[in-house]
């Protein structure tokens, strides 16, 4: 089983995720706090990239929660969703995650549309999230047993009777806020990468890219016009092939290491 780290020379420290500390001022601070923990557990992350990862939070939202808002934190490694009201606990459900192969997206995400019997597939409820690089939600199931493992292709099922009464709750724009799990955005392996990809794959390598200087355009999981060029300048600096090919060599330059 293959998890994955990024290299660096400094590590963050200190600290310890309350989840009924839920009061945060603004989403920058809180994604901020978010990273730093889940990586410094996992011991696998540097502080420029969480630094860089907030920069991308504070790109996609930069409200207040409020405390008579709903806001929901999806806990991949114990496979759960809690719903928040302000930094009230008002519930706890099991959900069903991606599996190794197509991981859940990990991130800052708003509910963006809803829908009643959206498909066969989806149970009676559909709450779609606006991940930039597909399409993604909080869902129900005709598979009950899969609930509690990693078992969809990214989106987050729940019973059908809980995801009923989440959907009653929750308005559209409620923030979501994903993180965890044993493997993050790279899933279970590194994927070749060629322009035009659409995954999480993609949100990783730009985000090393950022770091280092390379890329200053939008981390969105789309590998288009300006990770192209920020692609071909790395390569250059660092006397690899002069492609548009994301493969292992470039992968081990930016520091994202496999192992065991």
Known sequence: MNIFKIDASYRCGGGGLN????????????????????????????????????????????GIIGDDEYNIYIDLTESLLYLFKGNELVKKYVIAQGKPSSPSPIGI???????????????????????????????????????????????????????????????????????????????????????????????EVQRRLKVLGYYNSSIDGIYGEGMKSAIIDFKRDNGLPITHVVDMATYEALGILPFE
């Open 109 to 203: 995400w708003r509910i963006g549309n809803k829908a009643r019997n959206w498909g066969s597939g989806f149970g009676s409820r559909w709450m779609g999230l606006n991940v930039p690089w597909g399409l993604y939600g909080i869902h129900g199931t005709n598979r009950p047993g899969s609930i509690g493992y990693r078992a969809s292709a990214g989106c987050f099922r729940m019973h059908n009777t809980d995801v009923e009464e989440l959907y009653d709750i929750i308005p559209n724009g409620t923030i979501v806020v994903v993180q965890g799990g044993q493997f993050g955005n790279l899933g279970s392996g590194l994927e070749i990468l060629e322009p035009g990809a659409r995954k999480s794959h993609v949100v």
């Open 19 to 62: 989840r009924r500390n839920f009061q945060i001022l603004s989403l920058l601070v809180f994604y901020f706090t978010l990273i730093c923990l889940i990586y410094n557990a996992m011991g696998d992350y540097s502080c420029s990239d969480i630094v860089e990862t907030a920069m991308v939070a504070q790109e996609m939202e930069s």
